[in-house]
């Protein structure tokens, strides 16, 4: 099933930011497999920036899974409106979601590649190897591809490439904090197990900025709104708070700017990683690191999963200078 001679690969990842990252080394492994193969990322609309701007994806659908395609009938307008529907040679459905599965097989897609839930074992043509075989969710997703061709895929970095437009707001940033040394600052997630606690990012901001570096905060979403007030509250002030203001593609070029991110597991993280921007990522869950921290033979990257302070913070930061 190919347009114009080309093969076409659907990625489905209906998940949020981070995820949506975390399946790049998929795409790259199916470009070098197929490099005359088309690509196309099926992706909740929230996060289409995060897809498009990808190293290897070709082309972007985005669902809009909590408004006009919700439920089953939207789940059915959606497949029957898409343009792929019937030409699609395989469909790799990230994490086994329910509704990937189905939207697979709606869309009349000749393989169905996913992970080794249960459910995926009654609904799909191809099911992949155990999960277990795998510790990192990079590499499990990467190694997708394997179900369809069997080769062990390449451990790639992942690669995001932000769009270079015309931007007042990112022209302005730059011309006003060109020449510091900026260093990001990312605190909350969507899990407020994984959050910094407030007093220690008062004390990171506070450090920084006695050594002259500027902070710019970042964040999105209600639990990032609090935080920044609430370090404001506390009588620290001397950041660029950068809270929900910001698209996907605006904060990538944001994090260019800067020397690296401090950041909790989240996808700001991811980004920065996808972006080969130095990170110092603070795992609160330590047991999850494993599974979602960012390698330092890929990454220029240092994980922090015990002594969560300040200074240690901090001074881990630096060492990726050294």
Known sequence: MEIAGKKIFLIINLSFFGDVLLTNPLCQNIKNNYPDSKIVFCVNKNFYEAAKNQACVDDVICMDKRGRHSGLLGLLKFAFECPYRNKI??????????????????????????????????????????????????????????????KTAEILPMKYIPEENEDIFIEKLTHLYQGKEIVALCTTSKNKEKDMPLQTGVEIIEKL???????????????????????????????????????????ARVLKMCKGLISVDTGTMHLACALNVPVAAVFYKPETAIRWAPRDFLYKSIVIDKNYSAQHICDSFDSLFV
């Open 209 to 251: 900025t006695k050594e002259g570096k500027t902070v710019f905060y970042t964040g999105a979403g209600k639990a990032a709104r609090e935080f920044a007030d609430g370090i404001k509250k506390l009588g620290c002030v001397n950041f660029v708070d950068l809270t929900n203001i910001t698209s996907i593609n605006q904060l």
């Open 89 to 150: 040679d395989t469909a790799f459905i990230i994490y086994a979601n329910d509704r990937g599965i189905l939207l697979s097989c709606l869309l009349g897609c000749k393989n169905r590649i996913s992970g080794s839930e249960k459910i995926a074992r009654f609904l799909l043509t191809n099911n992949f190897l155990d999960d277990d075989n795998f510790q990192s969710m990079q590499d499990l997703n990467g190694n997708l591809l394997k179900a369809f061709n069997g």
